[in-house]
């Protein structure tokens, strides 16, 4: 079961959104935003999105495929590489609220969309850093792409920064991400029962950079 890290090329972005689907559909609050799991449609739409992405050098998505499975991909990750100070203008945009289509609990899906883009902005700004949409994970493979960002950052003395959910959360520790601050939802607001929690996490830069004055 040999497990091949590779760049993630568009083509392969509508099935990544199936792997997606179903790395998060044991998490209670996906449940919530996606009542029935996620549909072709939602799929389609959240494709385009990612596929924008594809435009800024700064973002690179990248996948771990099985090469005992037809080299079948099994798992992905996309990190946004911002290794230079960000202007306000442009990390403090305004919130985008998305439209997925039918089926989707779109007032929990900005929520917590907003909740993230809040923690991020508090916490990162424009400082420079590395950050990744994690939990894309099965049979060692997320720990192939976590290592693969934090050996970007340790070379460019970067600060890595996500969002955890309880699934990937021990990963992310043993990575060498420390909690922060956390995401808390209140699952009763949508039907449901309790909180869902997302920690937010850092990894401290390995390398010190020093400005010459």
């Not at 792409?145 to 600060?159: C, F, K, P, S, Y």
Request: with cysteine; charged share 30%.
């Amino acid at each position: 079961m040999p497990l091949v890290l590779q760049p993630l090329v568009e083509a392969d972005l509508e099935y990544a959104m199936e792997i997606q689907d179903r790395a998060f559909w044991t998490e209670l609050w996906n449940k919530i935003m996606f009542p029935n799991g996620m549909t072709a449609m939602v799929r389609t739409r959240l494709a385009e999105w990612a596929r924008k992405d594809f435009q800024d050098p700064r973002i690179v998505f990248m996948k771990v495929v099985d090469t005992d499975r037809n080299n079948e991909m099994i798992s992905f990750a996309r990190w946004y590489i911002y290794k230079e100070h960000r202007p306000e203008s442009d990390w403090n945009k305004p919130g985008e609220t998305r439209d997925l289509g039918a089926g989707v609990n779109h007032e929990a899906l900005n929520e917590f969309k907003a909740a993230m883009d809040g923690k991020r902005k508090k916490l990162m700004a424009g400082d420079p850093h590395c950050y990744t949409h994690p939990d894309h994970q099965r049979r060692g493979a997320g720990s192939m792409l976590v290592q693969w960002g934090t050996n970007i950052a340790d070379e460019a003395g970067l600060r890595c920064y996500l969002e955890a959910s309880q699934a990937g959360h021990h990963l992310y520790l043993q990575k060498g991400f420390e909690d922060v601050d956390i995401i808390e939802l209140n699952m009763a607001k949508y039907g449901g029962e309790g909180v869902s929690r997302h920690m937010c996490m850092i990894r401290p830069a390995k390398v010190e950079k020093f400005i010459s004055l």
